[in-house]
Structures are given as structure tokens and as C-alpha cells.
């Protein structure tokens, strides 16, 4: 029961700062995120703990504890470290992707697809989560996934931020249209290729994201 009331405040508190109902530089403390939820400041305190080994809070000793701020710096490592796990799997998924898992690809493409009116940001994320998680699942990385899971932090708010632009999500279910359509042939050469493009257009979305909102990011000389 503890176990449970941990893990569901770490991930409530989690998704909040992923979907900026907790904004960068936002001070939170055990006694503010018990009362949000209800809870005691034991669950509260761990969560906290716990999101500041992922890069997602600051804690000052004796001072104060804040959601942190964007690191660039750090975000262009994450978005490395998952372009270079990801597109070396490709090889993988395409010789052990059955019929089934592109069924699923297809379906979470719709289900994206339904998503992606402004009411259906946070669950859109998910679903782009998931999408990636069937390469991944049928790649056998598991350990690729639960990296990507817990330390792609940074990298992931200014995915989230991104995804905003309907023109972006646009882009994405277009990218994975293209991404399933490589898979079905099972042209491991086009699939590599598509990943490449989709996953590598990070910087040009991050530096549209920085100027909307200058003040979610660290300073560059932090």
C-alpha cells in the first residue's frame, strides 16, 4: 500500500513538471506537493528525491527546492543518447516486428491522430511515447527503454512544448506514418532513414521553443 502511494505521488508529481502544471523555477516543497495531493509528506519528500536523481528538481539544502529549469546543455545529451540508442536498434524491430506490432503502430497512430486537437496535448505525448516504446518492446531494448524513460528529462519538456505547435504535430504523425510505412515493407534501410530524419530535427524545434519561452531555460552559462 506505502509502495503504491509512493510510486503514484512520484508519477503524479512527474507528470505535472513534464506537462508544466508545475512550471520551471517554480519553488515546491514536501508540505506543498503532500497537500496538493492529499497525501503524507513521506511519499511527497521521496518523490521529490527521486525526480531530483532524473534532472527535474533542484534541491537547495536548507534553502529552497524548485521544478528546474531546461538545460540545454543537458538536453542536447539526452536527445544523443536517445538518437543513438534508438537508431541502432533499427536493424532489430525490422527483422522482429510481427503483424501485430504493426497493428499497434497503426492504432496508436489513430488514437495520435485523435489527439491532436489542443484539449489532447498530454495524452498525445503519451501516445508518441508509446509509439516509440513498440520499436523499442519489439527491438528487445529494454534497458534502451527504461533509460529513455527516466533520464531523457530536459529533452522531453521541450518535446512536450513543441508538440503545441499544431504544425509539429502535424509533423509527427506525418514522420510516423512514414516510419510504419518502412516497417510493413520491412525495408530496414528506409526505416533507418526515416528515424534519422524524425529524431534529428530536434534543434530547430528547440530554438522555436527557447524564444516562445525564454524564461524555462538556464541560462547557457549555468
Not at 93 to 106: C, D, G, V
Not at 169 to 197: N, P, S, V
Request: glycine fraction near 4%; charged fraction near 30%.
Amino acid at each position: 500500500m506505502e509502495k503504491n502511494l509512493n510510486e503514484s505521488t512520484y508519477e503524479r508529481l512527474k507528470k505535472e513538471i513534464m506537462t508544466f502544471a508545475l512550471v520551471p523555477g517554480e519553488a515546491i516543497s514536501a508540505a506543498k506537493i503532500a497537500t496538493r495531493y492529499g497525501v503524507s509528506r513521506t511519499p511527497a519528500r521521496e518523490a521529490i528525491v527521486k525526480l531530483e536523481k532524473e534532472g527535474l528538481v533542484d534541491i537547495y539544502p536548507q534553502s529552497k527546492t524548485l521544478v528546474s529549469r531546461i538545460n540545454l546543455s543537458r538536453s542536447r545529451q539526452e536527445w544523443y543518447v536517445r538518437y543513438t540508442l534508438e537508431t541502432g536498434m533499427c536493424a532489430q524491430f525490422i527483422r522482429n516486428a510481427s503483424p501485430e506490432t504493426i497493428l499497434k503502430m497503426e492504432r496508436n497512430l489513430r488514437q495520435m491522430e485523435q489527439a491532436r486537437d489542443e484539449a489532447g496535448q498530454a495524452s498525445y505525448l503519451v501516445l508518441d511515447h508509446e509509439f516509440h516504446d513498440l520499436i523499442y518492446d519489439a527491438s528487445g531494448e529494454r534497458l534502451a527503454k527504461e533509460i529513455i524513460h527516466t533520464q531523457v528529462t530536459h529533452y522531453d519538456r521541450i518535446r512536450f512544448l513543441t508538440d503545441r505547435a499544431p504544425l509539429v504535430r502535424e509533423k509527427t504523425i506525418h514522420e510516423h506514418r512514414q516510419l510504419i510505412a518502412a516497417a510493413r515493407k520491412k525495408d530496414e534501410g528506409l526505416f533507418e532513414e526515416c528515424l534519422r530524419a524524425h529524431l534529428g530535427r530536434v534543434k530547430e524545434d528547440q530554438e522555436m521553443i527557447r524564444q516562445q519561452y525564454p524564461d524555462y531555460f538556464e541560462n547557457e552559462e549555468s
